[in-house]
């Protein structure tokens, strides 16, 4: 198994709703990665974990959670969003080779966001 | 900090023209070079990669070359396919940052007309 597999593919949320994000991978990958992005926009790291430890935050809102609950899984748990937040969404993961991500990422397709 | 810049997109060719893609990066250490392709409402997928200086990598008719005199890590392509139409971004890995994560280019849109 090679890939990394994001549910749902496409959400719909109410700014007062709370909904989860979904990623798996079975690659052993131990390092798990999510990702924020806008239309027309390169990739924007939100969360790393490493061991199924959270690692780097890069600031985010707190009304996006990670969670990890496994080596195999990662979700985002997601409340009081904004219209803004509307965004393709991309779970990544990598060997966690010392520092550098030398073999580079899997991506998964991404969960497309719409907060109304 | 590190970083990548890219070409200003869109690219736009005609089937069976040469492609270049030009990337620059800064980086404080050694790092690993990355391409990327995005296909319309898909994610990101690995294109080809290189890991230390006068690599070169390759994968589906692409290449791209580790230049560490010139920082650079140019995407070429001899003949495009109006299948190749894609957005592609370059990227790096920097262990020296301590930091377990890539660093994106702003992304090229590739247009290739039959």
């Not at chain 1, 990623?23 to 390169?42: D, F, I, L, N």
């Not at chain 1, 707190?62 to 990890?68: D, L, M, V, Y």
């Not at chain 1, 393709?88 to 998964?108: I, M």
């Not at chain 2, 069976?16 to 404080?28: D, Q, R, S, V």
Request: aromatic content about 10%; glycine content about 6%; hydrophobic content about 30%.
């Amino acid at each position: 198994d090679t890939e990394v597999t994001q549910t749902p593919k496409h959400l719909v949320m109410g700014m007062t709703n709370k909904k989860s994000l979904k990623c798996e991978q079975h690659m052993g990958h131990r390092a798990m990665y999510w990702y924020k992005q806008k239309a027309k926009k390169p990739p924007e790291l939100m969360f790393v974990y490493s061991y199924e430890k959270l690692s780097i935050n890069e600031s985010v809102p707190s009304r996006f959670s990670p969670e990890c609950p496994n080596s195999s899984l990662l979700n985002l748990h997601l409340h009081a969003l904004q219209p803004e937040d509307s965004a393709l969404y991309l779970c990544a993961s990598s060997q966690d080779r010392y520092l550098e991500v030398r073999d580079g990422y899997t991506f998964g397709s991404g969960t497309r966001l719409t907060v109304v | 900090g590190d970083s990548v810049t890219q070409m200003e997109g869109p690219v736009t060719l005609s089937e069976e023209a040469c492609l270049t893609i030009n990337c620059t990066y800064t980086a404080t250490g050694y790092p690993s070079l990355f391409w990327y392709v995005q296909y319309p409402g898909e994610g990101l997928q690995l294109l080809l990669k290189a890991t230390k200086a006068d690599d070169k990598g390759s994968n589906k008719g692409f290449e791209a070359t580790y230049r560490k005199e010139t920082t650079s890590f140019h995407l070429e392509k001899g003949s495009v396919q109006v299948s190749d139409s894609a957005v592609y971004f370059c990227a790096l890995s920097d262990a020296d940052t301590g930091r377990r994560a890539l660093t994106f280019g702003s992304g090229t849109r590739l247009q290739v007309q039959p």
